[in-house]
């Protein structure tokens, strides 16, 4: 079968064996395969991946030299079943799967392991127990982004936004744009995102930012009114002390105003800063966050990082930030993220910009380097369209 080739930083056409199918897994025809920043970056520096995913405790992801064949977000048609299957769809049927499959010596992350071809291909292999039939309201197109708006729907739920809590999205890429799509989606009515770049803007306007900001001229921060439940300095956080104390120290005397103090924090009422999702992946982001943010925000970093980095531990201690890192997403997540995009709850459509035949990836990856024209580029594996 044809399939694109990723090896020592080369993207090629070729032939490659056809896919045989293990235990409880099957073969899907592609229709569709988005191509991932993290593609982008493993093109030219799956080493570094490979060590930081060995240190992490997974020693099968693709090496530079090793000839791999990527794609992770995908849909397909059911072809063939391997042996050990219920053989729950017939063939023909659409459906998308979680890119990873069990074999003997361990999981195996599909188009990101030189043992899981991925789907810059003709053909893909994936597990059964992993595969969800796509409902008609979705297209081909649509449906490829699955797991993308999975990762970002996960990164909404781990950001646990409470009532009324704002937040700031900073970077406007694909992930940062999906992530705006699903805040909105999860009913939060107040979301800011800010990005560097006017085309990125404008798709998170598409999206549904409430505002959206260039930081060169706007410190997204000020850019909405603060809830009346938000701090906005150190000052604010002491200040609430003492006025918090002043108020509770006259009540009567039964009243035990420490058990008032407690309730407050159980019912939400306790001042915080906004829920900031971190969305752009290079150093020095996050210690301008940590010296910008509010007190009490929640940094959730989405964005993927792969230099050493740092920031001031003192300010982010004495303004309280409370950090969450996020990866990939559960199977619930990948079904309710399904869900929303069927039922027209999430719309994807303003994120796609561009599709390209298997001999039309290299073109893409090369495209996708300017942020100023594409968002996310799909691969139709029976095209021959060159150029996006």
Known sequence: MKAVVCSRGRLTVDDVADLTPGRGQLVLEVTRTGICGSDLHARHHADVVAE????????????????????????????????????????GTRVVALPMTGEDDGPQLIGLSERAPGAYAERVVVQESMTMPVLDSLSDDEAALTEPMAVAWHAV????????????????????????AMLKASGVKNVVASDLSQRRRELAREVGADIVVDPRETDPFDAYKPGRNELRSVSDLVGLALGTMGKLRTLPGPIPWWHVFRLAERLGEVPAGPVVFECVGVPGVISQLVDSAPPRSRIVVVGVCMEQDSFMPAMAGSKEIDFRFVFGYDPGE??????????????????ITGTVGLAGVEAAFDALADPEVHAKILVDPRSAKTEV
């Open 52 to 91: 930081v995913a060995e240190t992490a405790g997974y020693s099968h992801m693709m090496r530079f030299d090793q000839r791999v064949v990527m794609g992770h977000e995908f849909v397909g048609t059911v072809a063939e079943y391997g042996p050990g299957c219920h053989k729950r769809w017939k063939a």
């Open 334 to 351: 990948f079904y309710e993220t399904l869900q929303m995009m069927a039922s027209g709850k999430v719309d994807v459509k303003p994120l």
């Open 157 to 180: 739920r781990r950001g646990d936004l409470g009532r009324g809590q704002a937040a700031v999205v900073i970077g406007c890429g694909p992930i940062g744009l999906a992530v705006i």
